[in-house]
């Protein structure tokens, strides 16, 4: 290379650190906090995005998506974010009811086409409404990975399905809910899970992702591991892309929708969900696209269980960026861990997906997420 131009490069890199002084520092003292924070808490990767002023100003992969290949997680590859899932199904029920083809306040049970109904307390309806915010009396006791567990036609003990308080009474976080929703979407909608929130949600905010994993591109999966803190090791988790195809040809429309996981299965990008963010940071619309009214987007913020500050699929905390009160929700599955969370009112958001860590907890927050979301505001956001 000529002498000219290790010059000109040379003065356009000292152009830039004057012109962005305060961008070259945040983004190296937030690179170093953060590969730290991965090596105390034995981090594989960490993808992350910051909204400020409702504009992405940071995405970054560290580490890596998969140990055996030694490959670097990239910024574009995708994770099955788990229960942050849970938002996408309840922004489709939203949808639906917006269009008028069913209310939160219809019986579930009509909804799915079998009685869904605490047989300690009969002649109180569990509703749409329930469901979504965790306040049915549903609980997981029986598994979530087919509505036969809690179908009376097809499990003589459905009745272990349901908590020893009345619907509506109480709250306990269910994945079994959300799987029931999501072939609620499926009945009244007349289309596949999958492909309606790829049709409704996805495309429109031109975003790539999905619950399918054979319409998806797979080389952009990012392994996830469990680690075991007593040998202090990883390993795969094979079912955490499990295709699923057999289940798929024999799909019965309406019943075996969690094969797709309403509840968990939804696969992004950190960047991709820091958009999907944005659209509820404003209340329903990311840069005129409507994908639900400020009304519904407002219902899904407001807390149904008071004492849970949840609402539907999005809760409100004040821990998790210390005395900030934000809007998101969090997700654990397969040694994966993530964190999506908001304020509608400051125009800010954090994303962040680990595919594997020590996951030690502080105040029901996996801990590294917590710490690495701190170090993000404090570079980017406060």
Do not use: W
């Amino acid at each position: 290379m000529k002498p000219i131009v290790y010059k000109t490069i040379f003065i356009a890199c000292c152009l830039l650190a004057v012109l962005q002084p305060e961008s070259f520092s945040q983004r190296g003292r937030a690179r170093a906090e953060i590969k730290k924070l991965m090596q105390e808490y034995n981090a594989v990767g960490l993808s992350v995005a910051v909204v400020k002023n409702d504009k992405i100003v940071y995405t970054h992969a560290f580490g890596l998506k998969n140990i055996a290949q030694r490959q670097a997680l990239k910024r574009n590859d995708i994770f099955r974010i788990a229960s942050i899932s849970k938002s996408f199904s309840a922004t489709a029920i939203l949808q639906l009811v917006e269009a008028g083809k069913l209310s939160l306040d219809d019986d579930i049970s009509h909804l799915v086409g079998f009685t869904v109904r605490n047989p300690a307390y009969p002649d109180v309806v569990i509703t749409l409404r329930m469901v979504l915010s965790h306040t049915s009396s549903i609980n997981d006791s029986q598994g979530y990975f087919k509505l036969d567990v809690i179908n009376p036609a097809t499990n003589p003990g459905y009745a272990a399905c349901y908590s020893n308080y009345p619907p509506g009474g109480g709250y306990r976080y269910c994945n079994l809910n959300f799987n029931m929703a999501g072939a609620v979407i499926e009945k009244i909608s007349g289309e596949r899970f999958d492909q309606y929130v790829v049709n409704h949600i996805l495309k429109p905010l031109r975003l790539y992702g999905g619950y399918c994993i054979d319409s998806l591109d797979t080389s952009l999966f990012a392994t996830l591991y469990e680690y075991d803190s007593a040998t202090q090791k990883f390993t795969a988790a094979a079912d955490a892309y499990n295709p699923r195809r057999e289940e798929i040809r024999n799909y019965m429309p309406g019943y075996s929708t969690p094969v797709f996981s309403p509840t968990g299965g939804m696969k992004i990008s950190a960047r991709d969900l820091a958009v999907y963010m944005q659209m509820h940071m404003n209340r329903g619309t990311y840069r005129g696209i409507q994908i639900i009214s400020e009304k519904s987007a407002q219902e899904m913020q407001t807390a149904v269980s008071e004492a849970q500050k949840y609402g539907l699929a999005l809760l409100t905390t004040d821990t998790f960026i210390p005395g900030r009160q934000l809007t998101g929700h969090t997700g654990s599955a397969y040694g994966l861990y993530s964190a999506m969370f908001f304020s509608p009112e400051d125009k800010f958001g954090l994303v962040l997906i680990t595919n594997g860590c020590d996951a030690a907890y502080t105040n029901g927050d996996i801990t590294f997420l917590k710490a690495a979301a701190q170090v993000l505001y404090k570079n980017f956001i406060e």
